[in-house]
């Protein structure tokens, strides 16, 4: 059974930093670009950032540039998201997706396949 399992929400101040896992596991994670996306409460969701299957392409939302880093350990079938200088527009449910296209997924930031996980939550809050 395909699965995409986050980890590493919590509360923070703003100002402080987070990382975030996604772990893939019953399909072939390095045949996948990897995406997160986030959704606050009473909005759309909007992709964050995105990493294509070797991590040699990467896409950030520009609300996120400079303080979000996206990587990926595809021998542990992993993406992280090191998140710093985190404030209280961060705050959401943060999710991965898995999409075969770079261009639809992590351009476009479209949300067409079914591979996602449930998300963690991120607060920032003091």
């Known amino acids: 059974q395909s699965q995409l399992v986050e980890s590493g929400g919590g509360l923070v101040q703003p100002g402080g930093s987070l990382r975030l896992s996604c772990v893939g596991s019953?399909?072939?994670?390095?045949?996948?670009?990897i995406g997160w996306f986030r959704q606050a409460p009473g909005k759309e969701s909007e992709g964050v950032s995105c990493?294509?299957?070797?991590?040699?392409?990467?896409n950030y939302v520009a609300s996120v540039k400079g303080r979000f880093t996206i990587t990926r350990d595809n021998a542990k079938n992993t993406v992280y998201l090191q998140m710093t200088n985190l404030n209280p527009e961060d705050t959401a449910t943060y999710y991965c997706?898995?999409?075969?296209?770079?261009?639809?997924?992590?351009?476009?930031?479209?949300?067409?396949?079914?591979?996602r996980g449930q998300g963690t939550q991120v607060t920032v809050s003091s």
């Open positions: 990493i294509s299957r070797s991590g040699m392409s990467i």
């Open positions: 019953g399909f072939a994670f390095d045949d996948y670009a």
């Open positions: 997706r898995a999409d075969e296209s770079y261009q639809l997924m992590c351009v476009e930031w479209m949300e067409r396949t079914d591979y």
